[in-house]
């Protein structure tokens, strides 16, 4: 069974820098998507990020799109959200998200498209 368990999270002034990591185990990822989402109180769940596993292609939200890097470790099989220059407005349980990538058409931009979920990390950016 596919586990998945996010660690990183915590305060933070704003400016300031965080890494989350997420500990994939069950599985060869190879030919799945991983995804870094987040939900702030009372907002729905939201794409931040993915890493295609075995191509390394990176995708990220635009409000995060040159302050966060995506990184997948594939001797430890983790994946890695760096963030840098964080604002408050990106105060959220982040959660990481995995799916093995199918053929056709799939919109991994949407978190019902991952069939497997982290438990979540808070992280919160103070101003």
């Known amino acids: 069974q596919v586990q998945l368990v996010e660690s990183g999270g915590g305060l933070v002034q704003a400016g300031g820098s965080l890494r989350l990591s997420c500990a994939a185990s069950?599985?060869?990822?190879?030919?799945?998507?991983m995804g870094w989402f987040r939900q702030a109180p009372r907002k729905e769940r939201e794409f931040v990020a993915n890493i295609y596993w075995s191509s390394g292609s990176t995708y990220y939200a635009n409000s995060v799109k040159g302050r966060f890097t995506i990184s997948r470790d594939n001797a430890k099989n983790t994946v890695d959200l760096q963030m840098n220059t964080l604002k408050p407005e990106d105060t959220a349980v982040y959660y990481c998200a995995a799916d093995p990538i199918l053929p056709g058409s799939v919109n991994y931009y949407y978190a019902s498209n991952y069939d497997y979920w982290g438990q979540g990390t808070q992280v919160t950016v103070s101003s």
């Open positions: 069950g599985r060869t990822f190879r030919n799945y998507v």
